[in-house]
């Protein structure tokens, strides 16, 4: 049985990823969002700005040591035939965000975001019923798309917070100190360091090719992509500017964005 701490928050879903599961049958949807506040739970332990960090670092190596969650997600794990590592991978990626880290290279921040959001994507392709092995390939290419794109809108919010993720390696080629990031002085240097991780990000969108058989399945991801690479979009079109605050899309703009995606799946359907 879980321990009494291992409870799923009642968090609802982030907005967009409320428009990219919308389009799911009912049950799916419904199994989607059960999983993606395990997600949210483990991200809050971690992000909570109160919370005691050797009791946060507590309840995570909990999570990650459970022989068994609450029941409605061992239910979710065991229909889906879910790895349970994947799982742990998430516990840990979000444990490294308890304290500020640094990365030293894009090959260290890969491996967290590896973490964070592909591990994510590999459990939500099985919920989403894709059955074409190369949608894993998929998962892992836009999970990586996606959080490069979280870490160049979130700059400013993350540097309030003492969090860096821009490589090190990076912002040291372009004369960038951690100071200059964290009270939020823009700079040539600091603009070609974003625009560095931009263009990994772009790669790694065009590299996301969602296999045919699956193309269905994957409406969800492929309507997540859209926003995100419009998001990328902005955030380019502002030369990366600091002063304008985080990036986002109104409600209508996501709307219509989803809207595109399935007009556009209905066409080759």
């Not at 395990?38 to 507590?58: H, L, M, N, W």
């Not at 990626?93 to 260290?108: Q, S």
């Not at 917070?161 to 080629?173: A, F, K, T």
Request: hydrophobic share 40%; proline share 6%.
């Amino acid at each position: 049985m879980p321990s009494p701490e291992l409870t799923l928050t009642d968090r609802s879903s982030p907005s967009n990823l409320a428009f990219a599961l919308f389009c799911l049958p009912r049950e799916r949807r419904h199994d989607a969002l059960l999983f993606y506040r395990f997600c949210r739970t483990i991200d809050d332990i971690a992000d909570e700005p109160c919370g005691d960090p050797v009791g946060k670092a507590s309840l995570l190596q909990r999570w990650l040591e459970a022989e068994s969650y609450p029941p409605e997600l061992e239910n979710l794990i065991g229909r889906y035939g879910i790895d349970r590592s994947l799982m742990h991978e998430i516990i840990r990626g979000c444990a490294m965000d308890l304290t500020p880290h640094r990365f030293k290279n894009f090959g260290e921040l890969e491996g967290y975001c590896w973490k964070v959001a592909c591990a994510v994507g590999l459990v939500s392709i099985r919920i989403f019923g894709c059955r074409d092995a190369r949608s894993e390939k998929y998962a892992v290419q836009l999970g990586h798309a996606l959080q490069l794109t979280n870490i160049l809108r979130d700059v400013t919010v993350d540097a309030r917070e003492g969090r860096i993720y821009l490589p090190m390696d990076v912002l040291n080629r372009n004369g960038v100190k951690e100071s200059d990031i964290l009270e939020g002085r823009s700079s040539p240097g600091l603009i070609a360091a974003m625009k560095d991780l931009s263009l990994k990000a772009r790669q790694r969108f065009a590299a996301a090719i969602p296999p045919p058989h699956d193309h269905r399945a994957l409406l969800p991801a492929r309507i997540m992509r859209a926003i995100y690479e419009k998001i990328l979009d902005r955030i380019e079109k502002n030369h990366f500017d600091l002063s304008s605050g985080t990036v986002r899309l109104k409600k209508w703009e996501k709307l219509a964005t989803a809207a595109q995606v399935i007009l556009m799946n209905r066409q080759k359907s």
